[in-house]
T-cell receptor
Framework: GAVVSQHPSRVICKSGTSVKIECRSL??????MFWYRQFPKQSLMLMAT?????????EQGVEKDKFLINHASLTLSTLTVTSAHPEDSSFYIC?????????????FGSGTRLTVV | QQQVKQSPQSLIVQKGGISIINCAYE??????FPWYQQFPGKGPALLIA?????SEKKEGRFTISFNKSAKQFSLHIMDSQPGDSATYFC???????????FGRGTSLIVHP
């Protein structure tokens, strides 16, 4: 089945620094990937849609200058949290859909726990 | 505005019992209804899904019941096991992109 790999699984950074999170589709090509944020005991909040070769589309209320998304290839999307602050601490998850699989469900990465100190 | 309403928020079941999670939606354009299972510290994983042209789908111990007229669907976990302890999210999506709109999630604990 479709596999989405996400790295790192955990990262701790100092306030004011930037952190990059990678999301790769391992066995399929993904022209579109999605980035979610999840707070403890809450649902997934869609942050942005990552489009290969073009600009990402951000959901209302998400700061595009804070959360930089790059989708440079058909298998890799990156999310960079710039000038991170403690309030950016959260669980970030990416997802993609294998259009050639014949199914409509999305495959999610294993998530990245970001802690800003 | 919550497009997919999920209940209960938490559920405790004894081993061997039946776990039932309910969801309701408003948008009649939704045409794909997946359930995702999420373990702590992991991303969600697709568990089972249904299209509105059928009223029930079963895969092993997991069954989705779908009521199109009531705009409701539910997940039944038969013979619940401690390993089923996780958070379950119902979702609904519209054909084309099929981007899921998630419910708020149900934390299931199955006691041994």
């Amino acid at each position: 089945g479709a596999v989405v790999s996400q790295h790192p699984s955990r990262v701790i950074c100092k306030s004011g620094t930037s952190v990059k999170i990678e999301c790769r589709s391992l066995d399929f090509q993904a022209t579109t990937m999605f980035w979610y944020r999840q707070f403890p005991k809450q649902s997934l909040m869609l942050m942005a849609t990552s489009n290969e070769g073009s600009k990402a589309t951000y959901e209302q209320g998400v700061e595009k200058d804070k959360f930089l998304i790059n989708h440079a290839s058909l298998t890799l999307s990156t999310l960079t949290v710039t000038s991170a602050h403690p309030e950016d601490s959260s669980f970030y998850i990416c997802s993609a859909r294998d259009l050639g699989s014949g199914t409509y469900g999305y495959t999610f990465g294993s998530g990245t726990r970001l802690t800003v100190v | 505005q919550q497009q997919v309403k999920q209940s209960p928020q938490s559920l405790i079941v004894q081993k061997g019992g039946i776990s039932i999670i309910n969801c309701a939606y408003e948008n009649t354009a939704f045409d794909y209804f997946p359930w995702y299972q999420q373990f702590p510290g992991k991303g969600p994983a697709l568990l089972i899904a249904i299209r509105p042209d059928v009223s029930e789908k079963k895969e092993g111990r997991f069954t989705i019941s779908f009521n199109k007229s009531a705009k409701q669907f539910s997940l039944h976990i038969m013979d619940s096991q401690p390993g089923d302890s996780a958070t379950y999210f119902c979702a609904a999506s519209i054909g084309g992109s099929y981007i899921p709109t998630f419910g708020r999630g149900t934390s299931l604990i199955v006691h041994p």
